[in-house]
Nanobody, 121 residues
Framework: QVQLVESGGGSVQPGGSLRLSCAAS????????MGWYRQAPGKQRELVAA???????NYADSVKGRFTISRDNAKNTVYLQMNSLKPEDTAVYYC???????????????WGQGTQVTVSS
């Protein structure tokens, strides 16, 4: 059984910063891409940022230059450093990972439980 456990959400004023963490645990052979998605009320879930096992990153246009994704492969953990936060960044943020539990298995999608980020004055 694989679990993704997120931490680091909260409330912050516009212009502030937050750092999200997501640790994968359980039966893990390898982790391919990891990333962060978000879902605001009344909107579809959208990709915020992703990172491959080799460190190649991809960002939504709306967060480029403000957010930084990174990962620690030894700890099976992905991070999202969020700077210059705006009210429109308010959403539930979900961690995502593509994980193989054995050498022979295909990678499967796993999701965290979500963590609330609120940007408001």
């Amino acid at each position: 059984q694989v679990q993704l456990v997120e931490s680091g959400g909260g409330s912050v004023q516009p212009g502030g910063s937050l750092r999200l963490s997501c640790a994968a645990s359980g039966s893990i052979f390898s982790i391919n891409a990891m990333g962060w998605y978000r879902q605001a009320p009344g909107k579809q879930r959208e990709l915020v940022a992703a990172i491959t096992s080799g460190g190649v990153t991809n960002y939504a246009d709306s967060v480029k230059g403000r957010f930084t994704i990174s990962r620690d492969n030894a700890k099976n953990t992905v991070y999202l450093q969020m700077n210059s936060l705006k009210p429109e960044d308010t959403a539930v943020y979900y961690c995502h990972a593509m994980i193989r539990d054995t050498y022979y298995s295909d990678p499967l999608n796993y999701w965290g439980q979500g963590t609330q980020v609120t940007v408001s004055s």
